[in-house]
C-alpha cells in the first residue's frame, strides 16, 4: 500500500468515525434531555448521562494503553507505541472530565464537592499513575527504550481498572456502587428509563474515543517522521527521510 492510498484511508476512517460520533451523541443528547427528571434528584440525574460514559471512557482508553503497549512488546512496531500514547492521553483527559462530573453531582447530593471515598480516590491516583506514564516518555530520548519502558508501565497500570471498578465493593464508602454490576448476577442499578440514554451515551462515547485514538495516533505519526527527518539532518544527510517502523 502505497504512503498516498494509506493517507486516504486514514483520513476515511476519520470522517467515519467522526460522523458515528455526532450522530451517536446528537441521540445521546436528545434522549437525555427527554428522560423525565428523578423523583429525588430531579435534573441532576442527567449528569448520569455524562458521568458514567466518561468513566467508561477512561476505562477503555486505559485499558487500550495496556493492549497497545502489549502488542508493542511482542510486535515491536511503532504504531502500537503511538496508540498506546494517544489511549493514555485520551483517559487522562476523560479521568478529569470524570472527577468534575462528579464533582458537580456530589456537591448537591452528598454537600460537598470531594470526599476521600475509595472509588474516588483510587479514581484520583489514575492521575498520578498515567501522568507518571506521560512525564516517562518524555525523559527518554531514544524511542525503542522509550516504547518499551511505557509498555510496561501501561500494561501494569492497567491494574486501576479492576481495582477502581470494585473499590466500592471492597471498600465501602459514600459513593454509589455500581450501576451496572458484571460479577455474579449482572444487574443494572438504575431505572429502566435511563437504560437507554446510558447505552446511547457509553456507545457514543466509544465512537468518540475510536475518533480520538485515530486522530492523535496521526497526529503522533506525523511528529515521529518529524523527528527522524531532524534526526537525519543532524547526522549529515539533510533530505533523506527516516525509514518508518510501521
Known amino acids: 500500500m502505497t504512503t498516498r492510498s494509506s493517507i486516504k484511508k486514514g483520513n476515511l476512517m476519520t470522517t467515519l468515525l467522526g460522523g458515528a460520533t455526532v450522530v451517536t451523541l446528537v441521540v445521546a443528547i436528545v434522549l437525555g434531555l427527554a428522560a423525565p427528571l428523578d423523583v429525588n434528584q430531579g435534573s441532576l440525574v442527567r449528569l448520569m448521562f455524562v458521568h458514567v460514559p466518561s468513566a467508561w471512557l ?22 502500537w507505541d503511538r496508540l498506546a500514547l494517544a489511549s493514555a492521553e485520551i483517559g ?55 516504547a518499551r519502558v511505557s509498555a510496561v508501565v501501561g500494561i501494569v497500570g ?9 473499590a466500592v465493593e471492597w471498600w465501602r464508602g459514600v459513593h454509589q ?31 468518540l474515543y475510536l475518533y480520538l485514538l485515530n486522530v492523535r495516533g496521526t497526529l503522533a505519526a506525523r511528529e515521529e517522521a518529524r523527528e527522524e527527518r531532524e534526526l537525519m539532518e543532524d547526522l549529515g544527510a539533510p533530505g533523506v527521510v527516516g525509514a518508518s517502523h510501521g
Open 177 to 207: 456502587t455500581q450501576t451496572l454490576k458484571l460479577l455474579g448476577k449482572v444487574r443494572f442499578d438504575a431505572a429502566p428509563v435511563y437504560g437507554w440514554v446510558l447505552l446511547m451515551a457509553v456507545v457514543a462515547f466509544t465512537f
Open 92 to 146: 487522562v483527559l476523560f479521568t478529569v472530565v470524570t472527577i468534575v462530573g462528579g464533582m458537580l453531582w456530589a456537591k448537591p447530593t452528598w454537600g460537598t464537592y470531594w470526599v476521600w471515598d475509595a472509588r474516588l480516590t483510587t479514581t484520583a491516583l489514575s492521575l498520578v499513575v498515567y501522568g507518571g506514564y506521560l512525564l516517562i516518555r518524555t525523559l527518554i530520548d531514544d524511542p525503542e527504550r522509550r
Open 158 to 166: 492497567t491494574l486501576y481498572v479492576p481495582i477502581n471498578y470494585m
Open 58 to 79: 477512561s476505562y477503555l482508553a486505559y485499558g487500550g494503553t495496556g493492549l497497545f503497549g502489549l502488542l508493542y512488546l511482542i510486535q515491536r512496531q511503532r504504531r
